[in-house]
């Protein structure tokens, strides 16, 4: 278990990038959902200590991750969001040299550990190809292997999914979820899709503030009776944005869709959905927006 409490990280220019986050997140995969410039980067680099937190703490099991980063080293694995240059090597030889670098002396344990790697990833095949020239799912299949050297228990994959077409992101999810199921794996994302498919727990984090927390489809459920939705016109979509809290829009059938949020029936032949996971966020970022009740705090 991964537990964070109230981690903040303000930048040297003043920019809080994580205000008072705390959270718990266990076994299996966990959905870090939010939008860009939320704060999932640093609380990933964090997490990875590649970056100590302003304050806070932050424990992997009976690891102190900020007190004892190299022992969280030896039990992590991490892709992080922009993985740098892309050396004309082999993908065998990097790996290799990367198994080095992981502390993996022995060149029989290597060996077996490199190539279970490159066939868990599907890249045996490409093996002896040049990492330079792999397309963006190779990459972050490749990407992948070298963070599973060495069998860690907390992987950390950083909007991995970002720019793969939808059968190379189709691959590397289900990847994924084949190394999630026994150790902590967290996956930030600013796309739904990824976390529904997935995860069994997630956070939204906007502004640095951990904005909602759980299970995807209890959340699902609690959101049932505040979306509502209604085909309109083109024309019809200024009105509605500033009569309602709009949540999305979407075409069907050369119509627009919209959701919305509320709390009462909104009439005007609104009609209440069952509201996916889209909803859910779509919403949590409309509330963060919502301006402070500045009368519901005085009072
Ligand atoms: N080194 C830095 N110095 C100053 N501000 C930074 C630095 N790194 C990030 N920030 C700021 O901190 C905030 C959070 O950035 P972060 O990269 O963690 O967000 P993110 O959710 O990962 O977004 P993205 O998906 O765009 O990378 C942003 O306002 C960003 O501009």
Redesign the pocket.
Known sequence: MLELRNVS?V???G????DDVTLSVPTGMFGLL????????????TVATLQTPTSGSITFGDIDVIAEPERLRETLGYLP?DFGVYPRVSAYDMLDHMAVLKGIASAADRKATVETLLNQVNLWNVRKKAIAGFSGGMRQRFGIAQALIGNPRLIIV??PTAGLDPEERNRFLNLLAEIGENVVVIL?T?IVEDVADLCPRMAV?AG?KIRLEGAPLELIEQARGTVWAKAIARDELTDVRERYELISTRLFAGRTIVHILSEVDPGNGFEPVRGGLEDVYFATLARTRRPVDTAALAA
Do not use: F, I, V, W
């Not at 920019?15 to 994580?18: I, N």
């Not at 939010?34 to 680099?45: D, E, I, Q, V």
């Open positions: 990280h930048y040297g220019n920019t809080r990038a994580l939010g939008p860009n410039g939320a704060g999932k980067s640093t609380l990933m680099r969001q950083d909007e930030s600013h984090l640095g």
